[in-house]
């Protein structure tokens, strides 16, 4: 993953710093405008155009696209034949947040959002999912070290799926810095 000749590292095993040198405030839609406001949502972004998609020894991005194209048709999308498209990498460092929000769509045929948290350790920075009354909290965090703090010999990369009109919002990162690939189902 890199954006021009700089190398982001894998999706198992991200280059914070540069990732971080490369991305810019995050914004949100607020009306019909485009703000960016940190008391709302306090994160940097990298735009999908700016991440090159190589192969990795790990993952490709294709071969995340495809499972991910798979689980929703199993699941979220039962029946229903869907395009997983990358739209961007979202970094929360520590103090990073992003309050209740829906989900700007990107066409009327956007239907729900894919996250993937890569490998990465953070405290703090839950996700929160709301719709009709009811609330989850979901954990995003990949797991790193094993019980005996050693490292994992294998990365596993967490996801969650949701429709567009679900509400959500990220806690305050305590600690660490919390990486996510957003990705758009069509």
């Known amino acids: 993953m890199g954006l021009g000749e700089t190398s982001f ?3 198992g095993y991200p280059r914070i710093d540069v990732i ?4 810019a405030p995050s914004s949100f839609g607020k009306g019909n405008q485009t703000v960016t406001d940190p008391t709302y949502r306090n994160g940097h972004e990298i ?3 700016g991440i090159k998609r190589p192969q990795y020894t790990y993952r490709s991005f294709d071969e995340i696209q495809a499972h991910l194209k798979v689980a929703l048709e199993g699941t979220l999308f039962v029946g229903k034949e869907v395009a997983v ?6 970094l929360y ?3 990073g947040h992003f309050d209740w929000h829906r989900d700007s769509t990107h066409g009327d045929d ?3 959002t894919v996250l993937v948290a890569l490998n990465t350790a953070w405290k703090g920075g839950a996700l929160h ?3 009709g009354g009811e609330e989850t909290v979901v954990d995003m965090q990949p797991k790193v070290k094993k019980a005996d703090g050693k490292p994992q010999p294998k990365v596993h990369l967490k996801a969650v799926a949701f429709y567009t009109d679900v509400e959500h919002k990220v806690e305050p990162v305590t600690e660490g810095v919390r990486i996510i690939l957003q990705y758009d189902v069509f």
């Open 9 to 11: 590292g894998t999706l």
């Open 20 to 23: 971080r040198s490369q991305s």
């Open 47 to 49: 735009n999908a155009e």
């Open 85 to 90: 498209r990358l739209y961007k990498l979202a």
């Open 93 to 95: 460092d520590k103090g």
């Open 110 to 112: 956007h239907h729900g």
């Open 129 to 131: 999912l709301r719709h």
